[in-house]
Every structure is written in structure tokens, then in C-alpha cells.
DNA sequence: TTAGTATGTGTATATAAGACACTAACATAA
DNA sequence: TTATGTTAGTGTCTTATATACACATACTAA
């Protein structure tokens, strides 16, 4: 606060703060977010993993304990999204939400449903149930920042396991610009980019040609303007 | 607050929450920042303008209000930054705080030190004092997101008037990149972007040939890659 | 041995970016 | 009235980037 003459007024706000996490992931060529299903109160309705910030945590580490708390990662790429406000978007208090948004390699992950929630799932972003609260909006939002993410930056690295061939990395792209891309371009984009470094590995997985594994020269987030 | 099991720790929470503003203009070819000088606690420390929520108003409205409170504009580029939310950015309180930054044209506002603070002034962002909170930290970050919004989108309308050279437009463009740009592939890449339109009007100023007047053609923020 | 499938590669064309210098139109002073 | 100083206004050439497009390679399975 940097407008000491309203401390006086400190007394009278009413107002929670809390997080939302939205937890991206590409599997199978698809874009997928991951989704609770709550238990009270609009219960059966899914939402996004969040709760309220605890007085001694910034934002960030609040987000970092639900992405935790939900997937077992930690050290994922994890940004601020954006403050919502609307002063209705929770019926039951009046609750302002910063959302985060998470992005995960491929999930292999077991989703252990925490006692907390019915149900945990990953849902294709295509195809989203009507959310609690303003959560739908929410996840707009995040997918347009998503979008702009991986076309400007290297923040598709956070999408993929450790070696990946590029036709893996490029499925990623496809799935979140939701087109697709031509693989002789793509390929010289992504070498002139140079963050990525071939390994001696390859990877067979069916009647063909085997694939070159590649890896990351440097995980660093980098503005580097891909696509 | 998309978790109901966490309703009951409401009662727990004990944080304000506030929004400062990081209000720019640019004038005679520099990018200036409005601050204000504070009265009780942190006496004489300048700092941005800023001040708690309502418990029934948006943030975005709270950053409205404070920006017409300092300035008397409304209708002005407004655009949410960041929260930011280190638990001891204050030190009289745990207050988290959304800041916003705003874009107002060449200010010939008279800027009428509110009873609440001591003063109010336009500074030069290249030659900031000592802030109060965090706020050095915060308008670090507003400088680059205007870079930004600067070289992506048309928000450099915002800090021009109504009708206004092409010289003019440059020179916003240079204050806030920092550098010096070519005339001519300035007025080459304007031109491609299409939103603005030439008036019969000139304007002269000084013992040299009249600039001719331009105004945009649309004023909705656009993303159009200008520089 | 053949068919099927995804991998991996190069070139030519179109578009955009960047470097660069002179004439035009005014005010002012001689 | 003429000369000087000042900013406005304009075009071309070169280089870099983006886009469109087709075929040989290396494996499995029948």
C-alpha cells in the first residue's frame, strides 16, 4: 500500500485474496488443463485448483504449493496471469483471485485426488465444462497468454520431458496455435533459434524411420520469438 | 476463491490490498512518471500514487479513481501490470498490490496536489529518487511492459492529443525505446500499419516547412508490430 | 522382398527490414 | 528581395526473413 493516509481505513476492507492455478499440458497432440471437481458448496462443479494466501506467502509460493499439492511437481514453469476482481465472481465472499498459469511436461503424473476435492482430471481444453466462479474466463485468458508464450518465448521447453524428437516438439506447437505447421520451416525456425542440442539417442516408436532425440542447451526462460 | 474446504480460514486472513498507479506521459521528447510525495509514515518519501481497495469496486476501477483523483482524466489507457505481493514490501502492513499503468497524453494538466499528499510531479523516469515500497522495483517493470506495448500494439496513441505530426509520434517512440529511429522507415512502417489518417491541417512551429497534422483512424487497442 | 509409415532435408520466391541523402517550405535577418 | 537556417517530407537498393513446396531415408510388418 503506498498511501499511508488510508491505513486508517485497513479496518474496514473485507476482502480475500486468492490463487488460481491454470496447469497446462500437451499429451497425444492435445492441450489439456487440469481441473477439481469440489466437493461443498457448488459442489460437483469443476473448477481450478486454487485457495487463499496465507498472510506470510507471496502469491507465487502459494500457486507453487497448490501446483504441489495437485500434481507433486515442483520447479515447473510457473507466471502470473492476471488479477480478477469482479467484486460477484464468488457468491459466497467477496474473494479477489490472482490466477497463475503452469505449464508441465507430458503427464505421466498420477493425479492422487487430495481428500479435499471428489475428483482431479486433465481436460482437453477443446471441450471444457461449465466452470465454477469466473473460471471459463479464466481460462480464456490463459490460453491467449499461453499462445502468445510459446510464440514468443521458449516456454514450450516446460511441455516436454527431458529428450524429445521434433516432431514431439512440434505437436506441441500445433496443439496450442491449433494449426498445422509446415515441418521444413518449423525445423530451420527452431535451429536458428539455437537452444536445442542434438544427443547420440534416437527414439523408435513404430514402422519408420527412427527419430533424433534432442535436449535443451538451456532451460532460462528467453524471449526468443519462434514462430 | 475456487475452494469452498478453505471458506473456513477466512476468518484467518489478515491482508489489504491495494493498487498503485504507474502513470506516464511523454513531453518535449522524455517519459516522465507522475509521483506523488507522502505525508504520514515514509514523511517525504516520494511514491506512486495509489491506495486501498473498496470492498465493492473492481481493481481496475480503484486504479480509475485514483488515476481521475490525481489527474482529473478519466477515459485514459489502463491496462493491469502485475501483483505484487512480497509479505514485507510494507512494512506497516501485509499489503499486497496490484499495479497498473496508464498512458495519458502530453500533459498540460495542472496536477493539483490533493490534500492527501504533500505534492505531486511529473519526473523524468531516467532519473527516479528513492521510493517508497517497492515501488522502484514496480515502475522497473512498467518500463518494460510500455516497451513493449510501444513496439507491439498502438498504445502509443495514448500519450499523443488528438491531431499530431509524424515527428511528434517518433519522438514518443524514441523516448520510450531509448533511441534514435530512421525518419523515413518510421514513416515507412506507420504507413503499413494503416491507423492513422492525414487532416487538412498543419501545424507551425518555428522558421521551417509545416508539419501536416495526422489523427488516428480508430482508437481501439489494436496489436499491430510497429517497431 | 515389398508395402507402409514417419523422419529428414533444400531451393526458389515473396515479403520485410535496414541503410542511406537530397529537395521542399517555411521564418528570419541581412 | 535574397540568403540562411531549420525541420518536413520522400525513394531505392541491399540484405534478411518468411513461405511454399516434394522426394529420398530408415525402419517394421506382412
Not at 481428500?115 to 471444457?128: A, E, I
Amino acid at each position: 500500500m503506498s498511501n499511508p493516509t488510508v491505513q486508517a481505513e485497513h479496518a474496514k476492507q473485507n476482502i480475500k485474496l486468492a490463487v488460481d492455478n491454470c496447469i497446462f499440458t500437451v499429451k497425444d497432440g492435445k492441450l489439456f488443463i487440469l481441473l477439481i471437481k469440489m466437493k461443498s458448496k457448488l459442489q460437483g462443479m469443476w473448477a481450478l485448483p486454487g485457495g487463499l494466501i496465507k498472510d506470510t506467502e507471496t502469491i507465487g509460493a502459494a500457486a507453487q504449493r497448490i501446483l504441489k499439492q495437485e500434481t507433486g511437481l515442483s520447479d515447473n514453469y510457473l507466471e502470473q496471469l492476471y488479477t480478477f476482481s469482479q467484486p460477484n465472481r464468488d457468491p459466497f465472499a467477496r474473494v479477489i483471485s490472482t490466477a497463475y498459469f503452469a505449464l508441465i511436461p507430458d503427464a505421466n503424473i498420477e493425479l492422487k485426488p487430495s481428500p479435499k476435492y471428489d475428483d482431479v482430471r486433465w481436460y482437453p481444453v477443446k471441450k471444457l465444462p461449465e466452470l465454477a466462479y469466473d473460471h471459463n474466463h479464466i481460462v480464456k485468458y490463459a490460453k491467449q497468454r499461453l499462445e502468445w508464450k510459446i510464440s514468443y518465448t521458449n516456454a514450450a521447453w516446460s511441455l516436454l520431458p527431458e529428450k524429445f524428437t521434433l516432431t514431439e516438439l512440434q505437436k506441441v506447437y500445433e496443439a496450442i496455435l491449433n494449426k498445422k505447421l509446415d515441418k521444413r520451416n518449423f525445423r530451420k525456425k527452431i535451429d536458428k533459434v539455437g537452444l536445442l542440442k542434438e544427443t547420440k539417442q534416437t527414439k523408435l516408436e513404430g514402422a519408420h524411420r527412427p527419430a533424433k532425440l534432442y535436449e535443451f542447451s538451456s532451460k532460462k526462460k528467453k524471449i526468443v520469438e519462434i514462430i
